[in-house]
């Protein structure tokens, strides 16, 4: 008996001598250094005392670090954790543009046709002569096969009628495409109803939403295009996304700009060690 009491004072004695505990390692780096893997069955707590067992904060909360030297504290912090199976914003990209286009204008026939499908190549005249808005062009990678992408696209629209006492309209679509194949696409028509009060002009606030899902994995190139599918007067102005050459002040690049937003957001997997 009195040979085992002697083992374990030696064994305090030689714990207190180094201050150190190491588990899993022979030579550790701390007051308790833990090489492999821990199971903690009950509360973490932190901030404790020779008296106070410590903190061991509240649902929800985080640890956080406060520097070599001070011990951890709990907070609340705003954080979207995401549960597997659910879908996340990955990226949102923003792009704007007052260039325009105005090669659809007088002089220039509708190319005629009225219909699109998805799939269309913005390159083939036979489904439409597109006209790229060049500055809401975006580039991005999808990283994850299951996911959606939204399009967000705005743009002023103003037409002028040879004779403002005459009503003219223009018919005209404009399209997403994606890596040159078309996605989405609207039809619509800006018409001026005898609006001498404004010399012919007509304004008119173009939107296209849509949301493409599963978008393939890799690098995707995303456009905007518009053509003019016909005109009741081939004489009548017509702009996309900035005034007409001859507008009377009444609007202008700024407040008939194109916008367009891009949110690509990806399902959620996590993977098992």
Not at 47 to 57: E, F, K, L, Q, R
Not at 200 to 229: H, M, S
Request: proline share 2%.
């Amino acid at each position: 008996m009195k040979k085992i009491i002697f083992t374990c004072v030696v064994g305090l004695i030689s714990s207190y001598a180094h201050a150190q505990v190491g588990i899993g390692t022979s030579k550790p780096k701390s007051t308790l250094d833990v090489n492999g893997k821990t199971t903690l069955r009950k509360e973490l707590r932190v901030g404790g005392t020779s008296t106070s067992a410590g903190n061991a904060g509240l649902n929800g909360q985080v640890l956080v670090s406060q520097g070599e030297g001070n011990a951890p504290i709990w907070k609340s912090l705003n954080v979207p954790f995401m549960e597997e199976g659910q879908y996340k914003l990955i990226n949102s990209y923003l792009s704007s543009d007052q260039v325009g286009i105005t090669a659809l204008s007088n002089g220039i026939q509708g190319d005629g046709v009225s219909r699109n499908s998805v799939g269309d190549d913005i390159n083939d005249t036979s489904k439409g002569k597109w006209v790229k808005i060049d500055g809401l062009k975006n580039i991005f990678t999808i990283k994850n096969g299951k996911n959606r992408l939204t399009y967000q696209f705005q743009t002023g629209v103003e037409m002028k009628a040879p004779v403002s006492t005459t009503s003219n309209n223009v018919r005209f679509a404009c399209a997403v495409f994606r890596n040159d194949k078309l996605v989405a696409v609207r039809p619509d028509r800006v018409a001026s109803n005898n609006n001498t009060a404004k010399a012919g002009i007509q304004d008119y606030i173009f939107t296209l939403n849509y949301t493409e899902l599963n978008v393939p994995v890799g690098v995707q190139k995303l456009e905007i295009a518009c053509r003019k599918i016909n005109t009741s007067n081939v004489n009548s102005q017509f702009a996309i996304g900035r005034d007409v050459q001859s507008s009377n002040g009444a609007s202008n690049a700024f407040t008939l700009e194109s916008n367009m937003k891009i949110d690509v957001i990806e399902y959620v997997t996590y993977k098992s060690n």
